[in-house]
């Protein structure tokens, strides 16, 4: 099976930038769809954006509508990693921020198609 583990959270002032990565290991990602997820204390978790890793197709991606613009999402299949990049961040953006992987490898938004979820990494933003 795949381990999946994320790095890159920490505290930022509104309208700064962070990358988080999604480092892999036990199996290789251009199997799988590779998910983005978010989880604010007391509140469900929520879709961020999703990637096909599939080798020899380019890779199809979602985004939520609240992350357009701001979020981009892209895997380097060589160092078996994904990573997001958060532009633009506002405090609403807090949260863990989880990856996930689907093991069908097609992109979909919601949680119960992944198979496999890393720890998390907390995003805090301030005002």
């Known amino acids: 099976e795949v381990q999946l583990v994320e790095s890159g959270g920490g505290l930022v002032q509104a309208g700064g930038s962070l990358r988080l990565s999604c480092a892999a290991s036990?199996?290789?990602?251009?199997?799988?769809?590779i998910g983005w997820f978010r989880q604010a204390p007391g509140k469900e978790r929520e879709e961020v954006t999703e990637v096909s890793c599939v080798s020899g197709i380019d890779g199809s991606t979602h985004y939520a509508d609240s992350v357009k613009g701001r979020f981009t999402i892209s895997s380097d299949n060589a160092k078996n990693t994904v990573y997001l990049q958060i532009d633009s961040l506002e405090p609403e953006d807090t949260a863990v921020y989880y990856c996930a992987a689907d093991r069908d490898g097609e992109v979909a938004v919601n949680v119960r198609d992944y198979d496999y979820w890393g720890q998390g990494t907390q995003v805090t933003v301030s005002s």
């Open positions: 036990g199996d290789t990602i251009n199997d799988y769809a």
